[in-house]
Structure formats: structure tokens, C-alpha cells
């Protein structure tokens, strides 16, 4: 079982992230945007470079370190459930919400944002390099039209 720690140097904020909880991490920060189900290795890879670019939830300070999960852990794994972040805020879900919903993805505040119509939406990336995808008034004249540009420069 994949799983790695991941803490703080600002504050003492840490965590034992399983895989999908590494993938969406990773995701976070630009990465994986592309495959939904990488091989370990992979997102080993990637989080050993990416872990310096990531946010402390606590203290908002940029600079994660991923380490080894002890091994003492594994004995209190029956014991002790995963958080359930929220997939928007990525904060985590109260164990009552989940246990009540279970494959709830989103916190109640975000849900209820959700509902109303009020949640940002998430940026777009492009299809080809993964990069993020604006959209410009197009230079053609006559009637205003909109269309997407990459950010990096490749044609969409």
C-alpha cells in the first residue's frame, strides 16, 4: 500500500497521505492532470520534486516534506479511519457527513455553494500540455467572439 508523510516545517502540521490522496496532491499542483491512474512509481517521483511547491493547510506556507510513513503506524491502521478532503477547499469532511453519505466528495459549505450556483468554477487545462487554458477576445473584426488559448502557446 502506497502511503507517505507529509509535514510542515513553518508549524507542526502533518499527515499520512494514502495513494488517492497523493494523486490529488498532485493534481493540486499541476500534475496528473492528464492520467487518472498513474503506476507508484510515478507519483513517487513526482512527489519528491512537487513537495517543495506545496501549501501547508495550516499555516499557508509553501514547502511540504514527504517522508516515509513509520512503520510503527501500521498496527493502528484498523483503528484510526483516513480523512475525507473536500475536493474543492480540500479541507476535511466531518466522519458523521461521510459516514451518513459515503463517497461524499465535498464539504458542506462547498455543497451548499454548489447548490446555489456560487462555487468558482475550476481553471481549464489545456488538452494537449496540461497548461492552463485563458480565454481572449478573439482579433478578428466585426461581431466580439471568445475563444480559448493555451497559456504555453500550442494550438487547442
Not at 85 to 99: A, F, G, S, T
Not at 107 to 136: A, K
Request: aromatic share 4%; hydrophobic share 30%; proline share 6%.
Amino acid at each position: 500500500m502506497l502511503s507517505k508523510k507529509l509535514h510542515c516545517r513553518s508549524c507542526s502540521w502533518q499527515t499520512t497521505s494514502g495513494r488517492e490522496d497523493l494523486i490529488s496532491r498532485l493534481q493540486l499542483v499541476g500534475l496528473l492532470r492528464r492520467d487518472n491512474d498513474p503506476e507508484d512509481e510515478i507519483i513517487l517521483a513526482l512527489l519528491e520534486d512537487a513537495a517543495a511547491r506545496m501549501t501547508c493547510p495550516s499555516c499557508k506556507s509553501i514547502g511540504l516534506v514527504a517522508s516515509d510513513s513509520e512503520e510503527t503506524e501500521t498496527e493502528w491502521d484498523d483503528d484510526w479511519q483516513a480523512a475525507v478532503l473536500c475536493n474543492h477547499c480540500r479541507k476535511p469532511i466531518p466522519p458523521e457527513r461521510v459516514e451518513a453519505l459515503p463517497g461524499v466528495k465535498q464539504c458542506v459549505e462547498c455543497q451548499g455553494m454548489e447548490e446555489t450556483g456560487t462555487l468558482p468554477e475550476e481553471p481549464d487545462f489545456c488538452p494537449r500540455c496540461g497548461s492552463l487554458v485563458e480565454i481572449r477576445v478573439s482579433q478578428s473584426g466585426g461581431i466580439t467572439r471568445y475563444k480559448q488559448f493555451c497559456t504555453s502557446g500550442c494550438r487547442i
